[in-house]
């Protein structure tokens, strides 16, 4: 499906700012955007880097869980594109090596290479300091696995301090590098409150969802049958919050992400200051992203799957590039995608990303100079974790669908199904204009019928145009 990897890229060119910067990305995992913070609230480290860049308000991934919205950031391809569809395990194999990915393209046109903490894209990880050196990452230090309860509190300050000590040790490389820095919370929340108890945290002033939806009946089934699942990982919440008891368990829910935000804020802190202490701050671009949301009792729902809500896609985008600052503190509405972070950070670095295979992202170092434009009216969505449907047999949890400025529209259905006809699926529609909860779904009205079948055509082009690679297709 993939050539092999070049020996040596193209000769890499500056960008518009004449200079090649490093690289430093700090990651999250399962951090939606959508979190309304109480009044007292803060996140500094999130604040300071969105007031030295441009916020991505309205960036997503393009699938979800953990491993399949990775894939998409390190590689620029679409889950299906690059077989990364659940995550990696017995069922799921690794990213293949031969895909390359934001290491492989940096690292050929001359920039020195770290990964540091959760990883997430090959089922074993090790100790050793070259392990990740067929994805294009010189050193690899203190990996990370799946996630398992708690480990997001106990391992993220090592993952810090290792950060830290990295970026005092290359404070005088005249080499460009790239160093990503992946934490594992807020994930701790997954298991939430199963493992934890719910008042071990101050009430930082968090609020029952807006949207909290007791009957998910006008939605499709797999949303219903996933609710079952967050009792059984993270233990049972309330499924109607009428009750004053019950909207105090879930606003206590709301602390604890509230308090693992904090968590990864301070840690953010130390590793910003770092990067100050070492000189080096005037020539790295600071990239801040999560792999995927939370729903966070968005729809009574929580953790990650096959939803097409915003509280599961819409996740942070900050780039910040101190040779702009005429954009410094400035929001970008438009559309964005994982697929996109590749062909970016490849053009901050110099680098034509495309020389190393079939691209459909888009490079958006313009939008760091003109906020207020565009480079897509719609992106794809895509999602076939098979544990995001439990395995149960005949349960419609593979989504092919789109997001553009106004609407969500998603089809579910089965592995078997995906390139079936319309009788084979289930469908779901918001218009986040009118309904910015996404509660009324409009595949329920016949009146939308002519929408409906507008943006499910868009689908199909929109398979046809982004699953297309290579020549091969992966519907």
Same mark, same amino acid.
């Given at each position: 499906?993939?050539? *092999? #990897?070049?020996?040596?890229?193209?000769?890499?060119?500056?960008?518009?700012?004449?200079?090649?910067?490093?690289? /430093?990305?700090?990651?999250?995992?399962?951090?939606?955007?959508?979190?309304?913070?109480?009044?007292?609230?803060?996140?500094?480290?999130?604040?300071?880097?969105?007031?030295?860049?441009?916020?991505?308000?309205?960036?997503?991934?393009?699938?979800?869980?953990?491993?399949?919205?990775?894939?998409?950031?390190? +590689?620029?391809?679409?889950?299906?594109?690059?077989?990364?569809?659940?995550?990696?395990?017995?069922?799921?194999?690794?990213?293949?090596?031969?895909?390359?990915?934001?290491?492989?393209?940096?690292?050929?046109?001359?920039?020195?290479?770290?990964?540091?903490?959760?990883?997430?894209? +090959? !089922?074993?990880?090790?100790?050793?300091?070259?392990?990740? +050196? @067929?994805?294009?990452?010189?050193?690899?230090?203190?990996?990370?696995?799946?996630?398992?309860?708690?480990?997001?509190?106990?391992?993220?300050?090592?993952?810090?301090?290792?950060?830290?000590?990295?970026?005092?040790?290359?404070?005088? $490389?005249?080499? @460009?590098? %790239?160093?990503?820095?992946?934490?594992?919370?807020?994930?701790?929340?997954?298991?939430?409150?199963?493992?934890?108890?719910?008042?071990?945290? @101050?009430?930082?002033?968090?609020?029952?969802?807006?949207?909290?939806?007791?009957?998910?009946?006008?939605?499709?089934?797999? !949303?219903?049958?996933?609710?079952?699942?967050?009792?059984?990982?993270?233990?049972?919440?309330?499924?109607?919050? *009428?009750?004053? $008891?019950?909207?105090?368990?879930?606003?206590?829910?709301?602390?604890?992400?509230?308090?693992?935000?904090?968590?990864? $804020?301070?840690?953010?802190?130390?590793?910003?200051?770092?990067? $100050?202490?070492?000189?080096?701050?005037?020539?790295?671009?600071?990239?801040? %992203?999560?792999?995927?949301?939370?729903?966070?009792?968005?729809?009574?729902?929580?953790?990650?799957?096959?939803?097409?809500?915003?509280?599961? /896609?819409?996740?942070?985008?900050?780039?910040?590039?101190?040779?702009?600052?005429?954009?410094?503190?400035? +929001?970008?509405?438009? #559309?964005?995608?994982?697929?996109?972070?590749?062909?970016?950070?490849?053009?901050? *670095?110099? &680098?034509?990303?495309?020389?190393?295979?079939?691209?459909?992202?888009?490079?958006?170092?313009?939008? /760091?100079?003109?906020?207020?434009?565009?480079?897509?009216?719609?992106?794809?969505?895509?999602?076939?974790?098979?544990?995001?449907?439990?395995?149960?047999?005949?349960?419609?949890?593979? &989504?092919?669908?789109?997001?553009?400025?106004?609407?969500?529209?998603?089809?579910?259905?089965?592995?078997?199904?995906?390139?079936?006809?319309?009788?084979?699926?289930?469908?779901?529609?918001?218009?986040?204009?009118?309904? @910015?909860?996404?509660?009324?779904?409009?595949?329920?009205?016949?009146?939308?019928?002519?929408?409906?079948?507008?943006?499910?055509?868009?689908?199909?082009? %929109?398979?046809?145009?982004?699953?297309?690679?290579?020549?091969?297709?992966?519907?």
């Amino acid at each position: 499906m993939f050539a *092999a #990897l070049p020996a040596v890229a193209a000769q890499p060119t500056a960008d518009a700012t004449g200079s090649r910067p490093n690289l /430093l990305i700090l990651m999250t995992d399962q951090e939606r955007t959508e979190v309304v913070l109480p009044s007292g609230f803060s996140l500094p480290a999130r604040d300071r880097v969105a007031s030295d860049g441009v916020t991505f308000g309205l960036h997503h991934t393009p699938t979800a869980p953990c491993s399949p919205a990775r894939s998409t950031v390190f +590689t620029g391809l679409h889950a299906p594109v690059n077989g990364v569809l659940d995550n990696v395990g017995a069922a799921q194999p690794d990213l293949s090596a031969t895909i390359p990915t934001l290491g492989t393209m940096v690292k050929a046109a001359g920039y020195h290479t770290c990964y540091i903490g959760k990883w997430h894209l +090959t !089922q074993n990880i090790t100790t050793d300091p070259a392990y990740l +050196t @067929p994805y294009g990452f010189d050193e690899a230090i203190d990996l990370l696995a799946g996630g398992t309860p708690n480990e997001g509190t106990q391992q993220d300050p090592g993952v810090a301090q290792q950060a830290e000590a990295w970026l005092a040790a290359h404070a005088a $490389d005249s080499q @460009p590098w %790239l160093c990503v820095v992946s934490f594992v919370n807020p994930h701790d929340m997954m298991f939430c409150p199963r493992f934890y108890r719910l008042d071990d945290v @101050p009430d930082y002033g968090a609020a029952v969802p807006t949207n909290f939806e007791s009957d998910l009946s006008s939605k499709p089934p797999v !949303q219903t049958v996933w609710r079952g699942e967050n009792e059984a990982v993270g233990g049972a919440m309330p499924n109607d919050v *009428a009750a004053p $008891d019950d909207a105090h368990q879930w606003r206590q829910w709301g602390n604890w992400y509230l308090e693992l935000l904090r968590r990864t $804020d301070v840690l953010m802190s130390d590793v910003l200051d770092a990067l $100050d202490a070492s000189g080096r701050a005037a020539d790295t671009v600071v990239v801040r %992203l999560a792999d995927h949301g939370e729903m966070g009792g968005g729809h009574g729902l929580r953790q990650k799957g096959a939803m097409i809500y915003q509280e599961n /896609l819409r996740v942070p985008l900050v780039i910040a590039d101190p040779r702009r600052p005429t954009t410094h503190g400035s +929001t970008s509405t438009a #559309l964005t995608s994982h697929i996109d972070v590749v062909p970016t950070l490849a053009s901050l *670095a110099g &680098i034509d990303a495309t020389a190393f295979g079939p691209l459909v992202g888009h490079d958006l170092t313009v939008l /760091l100079d003109q906020p207020g434009g565009s480079v897509r009216t719609s992106l794809l969505v895509t999602s076939d974790a098979t544990s995001s449907g439990l395995g149960l047999p005949g349960l419609r949890y593979c &989504i092919r669908g789109v997001l553009t400025a106004r609407y969500s529209f998603g089809r579910y259905t089965t592995p078997d199904g995906i390139d079936g006809p319309p009788s084979g699926y289930t469908f779901e529609c918001y218009d986040r204009l009118a309904d @910015p909860g996404e509660l009324h779904n409009l595949a329920n009205d016949p009146s939308r019928a002519s929408l409906l079948k507008d943006l499910n055509d868009l689908v199909n082009q %929109l398979i046809a145009d982004e699953l297309q690679v290579g020549g091969t297709a992966h519907a």
